[in-house]
């Protein structure tokens, strides 16, 4: 079973440790998705730097005794240039799942809280 946590509703600690830093490898759908975002051609990262990124969001899954979570998405928002965020869906060992663009002036303002675990 995996939760979802959110940087603006419930992040525990453990759970917003980078679960990569380094070389990036993009599935053929995040390339695909870079080739066509409605805001132009993106610029795919070749290293992942966290102190360069914000985390927004963690599904982790329970470990065997339901303690011990496990990371297997993060979602991370990275500077692109002075209008837009590259935003990419991160796997431990360095896959990028898919990545999007959001305008640097998109807040989510519309946040669904619901979706997402609290203490």
Request: with cysteine.
């Amino acid at each position: 079973m995996t939760a979802l946590f959110h940087k603006d509703v419930f992040m525990p600690a453990r759970l917003a440790e980078p679960c990569h830093r380094g070389p990036l490898r993009y599935t053929r759908h995040a390339l695909n998705e870079a080739n066509s975002d409605r805001y132009g051609k993106v610029t795919l990262l070749h290293a992942f730097i966290p102190e360069q990124a914000t985390l927004i969001e963690t599904e982790a899954e329970d470990g065997p005794d339901g303690r011990n979570s496990r990371v297997v998405k993060q979602l991370w928002r990275c500077p692109m240039d002075e209008y837009r965020d590259l935003v990419m869906a991160l796997l431990p060992g360095g896959v990028v799942k898919t990545v999007w663009v959001n305008l640097r002036s998109d807040k989510h303002r519309t946040l669904n809280k619901a979706r997402y675990a609290r203490r």
